[in-house]
């Protein structure tokens, strides 16, 4: 997709295109910045928004962190 399609709209193929190709996906984080758009539409798949402690201050660790590439780590 072209950088001008909305964040959005890129969120919501990727979730139509996740399930399409591992059936078996059933948990997303998504961060903060996407909208309702995408948690409502879902693609029957459980979306979770993944939110900064307001009051935190300084460095802190996000409560999820990007994994994708744990599975094929060795």
């Known amino acids: ?3 001008s399609v ?10 139509d ?3 399409a ?3 078996s996906v059933t948990k997303s984080w998504v961060d903060v910045g996407f909208k309702n758009a995408v948690i409502d539409h879902g693609a029957a798949i459980d979306v ?4 900064w402690d ?3 201050r300084g460095f802190a660790l996000a409560p999820k ?3 994708v590439e744990r599975p094929r780590a060795r």
């Open 6 to 15: 909305h964040g959005n709209t890129v969120g919501i193929a990727l979730l």
């Open 54 to 56: 307001p009051d935190t």
């Open 65 to 67: 962190r990007w994994i």
């Open 48 to 51: 979770e928004v993944v939110r």
């Open 17 to 19: 295109q996740a399930v």
């Open 1 to 3: 997709m072209p950088a």
């Open 21 to 23: 190709d591992n059936p």
